[in-house]
């Protein structure tokens, strides 16, 4: 092959070629995956309800229910990570026109899904925390390692290879689907769960 020829290939697949990024169908994935590992952390040990509080029921072994809920942090940070990581190959120029109807239509299912992620995210955090409430496991845990690595695959971007956050990179897809206009909400709501997990990592002793 003449060179020119294998240079004008190898810029059209630097092209065509796109950096890693998150998709609806991801985050679609991640929700059922987030949903799951939080009733595995429920099924590890009741929550019982009493007049002005939550407390977990007596007789659980904390060893035990600390290995459940590492597990699950680990299998939802590898699955995340993995995603991150995920190189996509796209046409140029692919556009898909459609009329004013069809793309009200998806959008409203774009930010349902997006909110049933968010929804799906701080209820297995909650799980997480109250058991963190209950057994006070320190920082020499698996537990705390856990939420540490899921923090920092939400807020920085030195834990994928790809140099984007999780939060850049939903800010990027949803950016493209047009669905929430000027809003900041997709940033906003991704700092809301980084806090989250900052307030959690703060409360192991």
Known sequence: MRLSHLLT????????YVS???TLESIRDLTRLTDDMRARIEGSGKVSIVPGQRVLGGGEDGDEIEDVVAAALKVLCSELLRELEK????????????DVGEQDLRCRVIRRGYHGFLEATVKFLHEVQERELRWQWDHES???EGVGWLQGLWASRKTNIQDRSFIEQQMMLYSETGCFGKSQEVLRSGVEVVEYLNDLLDSFP
């Open 142 to 144: 698996m537990v705390f």
């Open 9 to 16: 290939l190898v810029l059209q697949c630097q092209l065509i």
């Open 20 to 22: 890693a990024l998150i």
């Open 87 to 98: 190189p996509l190959i796209e046409p140029l120029n692919a556009e898909v026109l459609v």
